[in-house]
């Protein structure tokens, strides 16, 4: 669990980080990037942040990396200024796989919506393949008279 003192250093990174981004950042190999979470360690030495882009493509991933990457010097003096504490967090940048993770879950549950649906057309109409009533039921006693007067 983190200290409510760190989760409020990491939330001011990630607006902080995020303004910078917008406004002061004039990289064009930036795409369309959103920063999705700041992860402080304990001692506030090294914070991650990750970020998701909107270009989906690989260039785009791989052109928003080099210049987060490239960008990372002045945001982190910006981090520092802003933040006013004695250390400035050393910062690292990493994509955020939790998108990915989503789509690929929605496809899979997609198919299995589409199994279901399968069966269930195929139950439709069918008959069981034993007796209605496969279960076993106890014996009533006027059944139990009959066997016992056959015998």
């Known amino acids: 669990m983190t200290s409510p003192r760190v989760r409020r250093i990491a939330d001011r990174i990630q607006v902080i980080v995020a303004e910078m981004l917008e406004r002061r950042i004039k990289d064009p190999r930036l795409g369309f990037v959103t920063i999705t ?16 882009v909107l270009g989906e493509g690989e260039e785009s991933l791989v052109s928003t990396a080099a210049a987060l990457e490239s960008a990372k010097g002045v945001i982190r003096s910006e981090v ?38 399968a069966v269930a ?31």
């Open 37 to 52: 979470d700041v992860r402080l360690t304990g001692d506030t030495q090294n914070a991650t942040i990750f970020y998701t």
């Open 80 to 117: 520092g200024k802003q933040l006013g504490t004695r250390h400035v967090p050393a910062l690292a940048f990493e994509l955020d796989a939790i998108p990915e993770s989503a789509r690929h879950l929605d496809e899979v549950l997609a198919k299995a919506r589409e199994a279901d649906a």
């Open 121 to 151: 057309a195929a139950r439709e109409g069918a008959l069981p393949a034993g007796e209605a009533d496969p279960y076993k039921k106890p014996r009533e006693a006027s059944e139990l008279d009959e066997d016992e007067a056959a015998e």
